[in-house]
């Protein structure tokens, strides 16, 4: 059962337009929700994170819009550059056994087309 | 600050054999998890150590297992191997799990091919 639900797959944006991500999940028990990059060769790193007690979080060019009554939360990177070009992983994440172990999406593959 | 380092970076094993990956956390991290990244199934978490202490566990059957040091530095071992054990696996550090805005860094990876 896959509890962290991403679409789509793959997307395909000219520079300068918006990328969104959708995310969606089923167990009302996760309480934080971070979005991680991945280059090439690279491991994921954490680009930007939520909190279900808020339905917005800006940072530069990313923001993250959060529906808690839709179980639903998206990614939109504004301006989109070819070095946005990456896989991005949502999340969801409880705290189980002392630690918070994040639960991811299946990914997105974004091209940026200069 | 050095990051996550995993070792080795890249391996080719046999259908049988077993393997181990190593893992050095950020200094000063007691918290390391394992992940195993396939292009069919994403990113999946294998375990969590803290303190030498195997607190979470993946659904991942008991040919996977792993260990941590007293200096943190964990290892993961993969028996009696499969193709579809083929992946990249990654190790993780945190400074503070229990914390809901704590940051987990991801290593380079191992990535590990079946034959």
């Known amino acids: 059962q896959q509890q962290v639900k991403q679409s789509p797959q793959s997307l395909i944006v000219q520079k300068g337009g918006i990328s969104i991500i959708n995310c969606a999940y089923e167990?009302?028990?996760?309480?934080?929700f971070p979005w991680y990059q991945q280059f090439p060769g690279k491991g994921p790193a954490l680009l930007i994170a939520i909190r279900p007690d808020v339905s917005e979080k800006k940072e530069g060019r990313f923001t993250i819009s959060f529906n808690k009554s839709a179980k639903q939360f998206s990614l939109h990177i504004m301006d989109s550059q070819p070095g946005d070009s990456a896989t991005y992983f949502c999340a969801a994440s409880v705290r189980t056994g002392g630690s918070y172990i994040p639960t991811f999406g299946r990914g997105t593959s974004l091209i940026v087309h200069p | 600050k050095a990051g996550v380092t995993q070792t080795p970076r890249y391996l080719i094993k046999t259908r049988g054999q077993q393997v181990t990956l190593s893992c050095s956390p950020i200094?000063?991290?007691?918290?390391v998890s394992w992940y195993q990244q396939t292009p069919g199934q994403g990113l999946q978490f294998l375990f969590e150590y803290f303190s030498e202490t195997q607190r979470n566990k993946g659904n991942f059957p008991g040919r996977f297992s792993g260990r941590q040091f007293s200096n943190s530095r964990s290892e993961m071992n993969v028996s009696t191997l499969e193709l579809g054990d083929s992946a990249l696996y990654l190790c993780?550090?945190?400074?503070?799990?229990?914390?809901?805005?704590?940051?987990?860094?991801f290593g380079e990876g191992s990535w590990l091919t079946v034959v």
């Open positions: 167990n009302t028990a996760f309480d934080y």
């Open positions: 993780a550090s945190s400074p503070d799990p229990g914390t809901a805005g704590n940051t987990i860094y």
């Open positions: 200094s000063g991290h007691r918290s």
